[in-house]
Structure formats: structure tokens, C-alpha cells
């Protein structure tokens, strides 16, 4: 038995924000609060949504607050405006931070819960108000998924795991994705790839044929787009087909949970501040081939999703080539290769290999068993 949950309604197609007020009205109610970052508000990213939503008559108040790797405040902060909004439902645009922070607020206004109370996996109570997300980068896969990741205290992340949390309405516009910088969007490509890598291989007892489906497909547009979207970052159809890729992968972890990847890149991020694509991109090789004595069939069956070219590889050696692969693409994308690269000293590796442990929810789908003595050898070989 298996189960399989994702967001109730998607809409894609490029332009498609500028429809946001008439598609959202029904759901959102006649009172919005916009989730998102300072950045995009100062870019003009939102303009044409916002003159959407005014003409259906929703009036929205923006909450701009958002930071990266998002810690607390920003979700006692937004709380608080959607309150003095008189919020009837919770709109975000913006990457995973924004999105992520928008199903908490909605969560929390709407049942009237504890966020303490809400981490973990089913600890979720509801219900919660209203929630339409709109991605800006295709890589976290968030509108598909019922995950919100939190920096709790100093370094910290915890995740909230609930259906609850998949929202009403996912819609994308790939014209929202034109902009981005060619790091930007590299990193968050790699992300959506490990989405898809790590749902596929999962030990999760959720594992299910949906989920594996959505991967390879995920990761065949992702693999065929991912350079043509950093060097040519105008193409729209190379833009389109990343977050369709994105969101494929979304589901598909939603439903068959990652693994130590993306347990050894949250202290990463959570201590150094690196992006979290791009913290997930530099642990990513040193994860698999730890893993190639108990994945290496599942990573030979998606090896030529990715790469196509991959098919010429004798299938005895097609996970290793799998892994080169995925390397040469990380560095034909300009991304840092090394943990010392990002400024991350050698003295810090026991830390991060200490705090990696903490992610008991992710380290449990990993196909092999990993130990404190295995995560200092991961981070050893990634510095």
C-alpha cells in the first residue's frame, strides 16, 4: 500500500500570473496576504500579479519580510500581519523561502496552533486558511509539496510535514523565471535533480510507482534543459520546462521523502548561509557513491533520463557514470565544487557531521545506513 497526496489544482503556462486575480479570487478570498522577499518586490517581479489581483478586487497587503533559510521571526512576523490584515488566505511569490514561510502562516492563522507543536511529521493540527503559491525559481519543488523547512534557534532546521501544508493552488509562469542569474538558477536546477534522484532511490516504505514515474520524468527535462536555462536564460521554453521539471520532482519527493543529501546539506546552509541547492550540490557526489553498494540499479534505471548518452555506458558501470556525469555538469555550470570553496573551514567538519545526525526524518530513507563516522568521511572528501 502506498499514498500518494499532491496540490489540489496546477496551472502553467507562461503569462499565466497575469490571470492570478481571476484564477485565485474564488480561493483567496476577498482579503490576500502576499508572502514574499524585498528582492523581488524592488525588481518589479510582482507587479503584473498585483495588478491582477486589483482589478479582481482582492486587496492584499505585502509581507516582504522573507530571508533565506527563514528562521522563526519571519513566521511570527507574518502571523502578525495576516492578523492585522484581517487575512481571508495567504498568497506567496517567490522561491521555497517564501513559499515555505507562506504554508506556515496559513497554518498557524488558520488553526491557531503553537509552531513548536506543529514540527515534525503529522504533528499538524489545522485547518488552515486559504494558500495559492506561485514559484520563482524551479528548484524546490515547495508548491507541490507538504513540507515547510524552518532555521530554528542559531543554526538549526527543523521541518514541518503535513498534507495541511500542500496548498489549494500551484501556478506557474516561466516568465517570472527570465531573470534569474545564471548561479541562481544552476543551483536550483541541481536541487530540482536531487529531488528527483533521492525520491527514486528512497528507502521510504512510500516508495511508489507515481513518485518513481514523476523522477525519471522530471529529470529528462531537467537533464535537457538545465544548460541551455543558465546560458541562454531568455529561452522560455528551456525556462517552462525547468519548472514543469521542478515540479514533477516535487511531487515525487512529497510522496517518497529524500535522504542524506539533503540531511548533510542542511547544516550547510543552516551554519554558513550557503544557498540550499547550492549546499545540496556540493555533498551530492560524495552521498551517491557512498550509496552505489546499495543504489546502484536505481541509479543505472534514471542514469539515461538525465543523460541520454549514458545509454552506450555497459550497465555494470552506468551508476558510477551516472555520478561523473552529474559532476561534469556541476562544474560545466560554474558551481563550487569544494566546501572550502564557500568559505566553510576544515575545522568545521565535525560539526556539520554532528549536526547532519540531528535529521533523523531524512537519514532514514537513505538506501544505505549512515553513521556519524560516514558523514565525517562525506564531508572529508566534499572539502
Known sequence: MFIFNTTRSIVSGPGAVAQLGDIGKSILGPRALLVTDIGLVRLGVLDTALDSLKAAGIAVAIFDKVEADPPEANIFAGVEAAKAHGATGILAIGGGSPMDVAKV???LQGSGESLAGAYGVGMAKGPR?????VPTTA???????PIAIITTGEAEKKGIVSPLLLPDLALLDADLTLGLPAAVTAATGIDAMVHAIEAYASKSANNNPI?????KQALKLLGANISEACFNGTNREARANMLLGSLLAGQAFANSPVAAVHALAYPIGGHYHVPH??????????VLRFNLPDASSRYSEIATDAFPDLATVPESRRAEAFIEKLVALSVALKIPQRLRDVGIPESALPLLANESMKQT?????NPRELTLQHAQSIYANAF
Open 139 to 145: 528548484g524546490t519543488g515547495s508548491e507541490v509539496t
Open 129 to 133: 486558511l486559504p494558500l495559492v503559491l
Open 105 to 107: 502562516i496559513a497554518l
Open 211 to 215: 513518485s518513481r514515474g514523476l523522477a
Open 361 to 365: 526524518r531524512l537519514l532514514v530513507n
Open 277 to 286: 541547492g547550492l549546499s545540496n550540490a556540493l555533498v551530492l557526489p560524495h
